[in-house]
């Protein structure tokens, strides 16, 4: 059984992406990780090059900025990234994406455990997303539980939308859920970055009329307006210890919750059966 990781990045030092520990998080049981490089302006190409592994293959991109409706640039650099794997199985991280150590066999188990029936096309992985800080996640049904992070390769198989997921043919994949969670950082910034990074990454998605209607143009982010979060108990994977070690700015999550009681009366009830009432699935579980 081979096994390919892929991602893309683009000025992650610039926006403080975690990108070379979601690398070094996916390397050890890969056969090759294929990164996707942007055209950056920082040294982004630089840091995956000084990390001197033979695992890694670069493919140098330049992106389109023509392509700001809905993230497509976003699934594009995923599909480049994508058509360069060679293993059976692809395993994808976003820039902001890290996979603890203490997973890694639940993952290979799965693959090998799926290697030869074909009816699984995908497998499934658990969520946690962190914000403002290290020490709490967001927790409340706006956020997206579980997502595809492991595909078959050469089955047709293509990003969606903006990078969320992956679809054959438009269809939903067929997949089976894993024992792993996927540690989502995109949310654990200095208020500055974060503000910079979501200026730029509405462009992404919107005209500029849509976000100098939408868009508040202020200095630092705002990290009260969550509507629910927990602290987290648990460890971080091995490869953040550094990153974690130099956070640099204080978070003070908020005293009350943001929800609506629309939210409250939908979170009751998810906690209560387990249920997450109209849930949004882009895969079937078999």
Not at 23 to 31: A, F, G, K, L, T
Not at 59 to 88: F, M, P, S, V, Y
Not at 136 to 152: C, L, P, Q, T, V
Request: proline residues 2%; positive net charge; contains cysteine.
């Amino acid at each position: 059984m081979k096994i390919s990781g892929f991602t893309f990045v683009r000025n992650g030092l610039k926006f403080d992406y975690p990108f070379i520990e979601s690398i070094q998080s996916m390397i050890p049981i890969c056969d090759e990780v294929i990164v996707v490089v942007g055209d950056s302006e920082d040294e982004t190409l630089q840091k995956i090059l000084d990390l001197n592994e033979k695992k890694i293959k670069i493919i140098q991109t330049i992106w389109d900025e023509k392509l700001r409706e809905g993230g497509k640039i976003l699934a594009q650099q995923t599909n480049i990234a994508l058509t360069h794997i060679t293993g059976d199985w692809g395993l994808y991280l976003q820039a902001d994406e890290v996979i603890h150590e203490k997973y890694l066999d639940n993952i290979l188990n799965a693959m090998h455990t799926h290697l030869h029936n074909t009816e699984v096309e995908g497998l499934l992985f658990n969520y946690i997303h962190f914000y403002g800080s290290y020490d709490y996640y967001a927790d409340s049904r706006k956020w997206y539980r579980k997502e595809i992070r492991i595909i078959r390769n050469n089955i047709g198989v293509t990003s969606w939308k903006d990078a969320q997921g992956f679809r054959i043919n438009n269809r939903k994949m067929k997949v089976k859920e894993i024992d792993a969670y996927i540690y989502h950082y995109g949310w654990v910034k200095h208020p500055k970055v974060m503000m910079e990074k979501i200026k730029i990454f509405n462009k992404l998605w919107h005209d500029d009329d849509w976000i100098a209607k939408n868009i508040q143009m202020k200095d630092y982010f705002d990290f009260s307006i969550i509507e629910k979060l927990s602290k987290f108990e648990g460890t971080h994977p091995a490869v953040m210890k550094n990153r974690i070690d130099n956070y640099n700015w204080k978070f003070t999550p908020p005293e009350k919750t943001k929800m609506g009681l629309k939210l409250k009366i939908l979170d009751y009830i998810e906690r209560s059966t387990g249920l997450r009432l109209g849930e949004y699935k882009n895969y079937k579980i078999i």
